[in-house]
């Protein structure tokens, strides 16, 4: 057992619980990490390894899109002022602006939304582009996320994985990566080299942008309506289909690497933030076991937390 899960299993229910989330990932045939606490002052959380370096995948674009906003905060970007994108130009992607073949006239707001909303890579790099690294360094410096870096956008990545692969195109490096018969080992897959974070400082950022403390009341308002209005409900979302709960999260996907973090609202009681990433052991494009082993162990460590709002 890790020195995380050690901390967090204090006592025999709370061991329980994170050997039923890591038989649940075992189950799926993947590495597993989580880390799962609400979202208030309180000591109580659940680890799976939460203390351990794992690639971000598109979760990157989370700190990016806060960063925006402070940016906004800070007066340094008008969220309403019109940029021309043109998809050719762009990094490819299966959503938003970057499956597009004409330029596009959008906000920088709704470009961040498109960013967050379906995780188009399009809007992410060009977002990048005007907001910068430095700025997203100085607030992760800020919250004291030291095990946190983004090296790069999603053009950057796709540049490593063309390199590392020996090929041409971006199709065709991912192609390769989803050969069952190829065994790679690309700098995507390694936190050493790539975006990388930990599960627990994942929920710490979630934690200190639900409590208000990074961002202005009207941004932290606008940063919170757009990742509940994040599409994609095949992970943590599948977790809790019901209308009267709200999940806000962003996930990340790049071959074998598969990731979701979010937070999670139910009527009445204090929200409570989870981060899951995983790496599994075959390449496949789609394995609808592991997006279900995300939300399954979400769905445990969530209820182990789940209290009502003090009166």
């Keep these: 057992m890790s020195r995380s899960e050690a901390r967090a299993g204090g006592g025999a229910a709370e061991r329980a619980v994170v050997d039923r989330i890591r038989a649940v990932f075992a189950d799926a045939g993947c590495t597993g990490w989580l880390h799962a606490r609400r979202c208030d002052d309180s000591a109580a959380e659940i680890s799976v390894g939460g203390d351990e370096r794992v690639v971000t995948a598109s979760v990157y674009k989370l700190p990016l899109f806060i960063a925006f906003c402070r940016a906004v905060d ?34 920088w707001r709704d470009l961040a939304m498109s960013m967050m909303t379906v995780s188009d890579n399009a809007a992410a790099d060009v977002l990048l582009g005007e907001v910068g690294l430095a700025a997203i360094d100085e607030l992760l410096a800020e919250l004291g996320m030291t095990e946190t870096r983004i090296v790069g956008g999603t053009a950057d990545m796709h540049d490593s994985l063309v390199r590392d692969t020996d090929t041409h ?25 790539s975006s990388a974070t930990t599960p627990a400082e994942m929920t710490g950022f979630l934690n200190a942008l639900w409590s208000a403390t990074i961002l202005s009341p009207a941004q932290t308002e606008f940063a919170c309506a757009v990742l509940r209005s994040q599409v994609w409900s095949h992970r943590i979302a599948s977790a809790f289909p019901h209308r009267d709960i709200a999940v806000a999260g962003k996930t990340g996907t790049i071959g074998i690497i598969r990731n979701e973090v979010a937070v999670i609202e139910f009527p009445g009681e204090i929200p409570v933030a989870v981060a899951v990433f995983t790496r599994a052991a075959r390449p496949d494009p789609v394995l609808p076991a592991v997006d279900a082993a995300i939300a399954e162990a979400a769905r445990i460590a969530v209820t182990d937390l789940r209290r009502p709002v003090p009166e």
Aim: charged share 20%; net charge negative.
């Design 74 to 107: 800070a007066g340094r970007i008008d969220p309403g002022a019109r940029i021309t994108v043109v998809p050719s130009d762009c990094t490819p992607g299966p959503t938003g602006i970057a499956v597009l073949r004409d330029p596009v006239t959008i906000s």
């Design 169 to 193: 195109t971006t199709a065709e490096a991912f192609a390769a990566l989803a050969d069952n018969d190829e065994a790679w080992s690309v700098s995507a897959y390694d936190p050493s080299y």
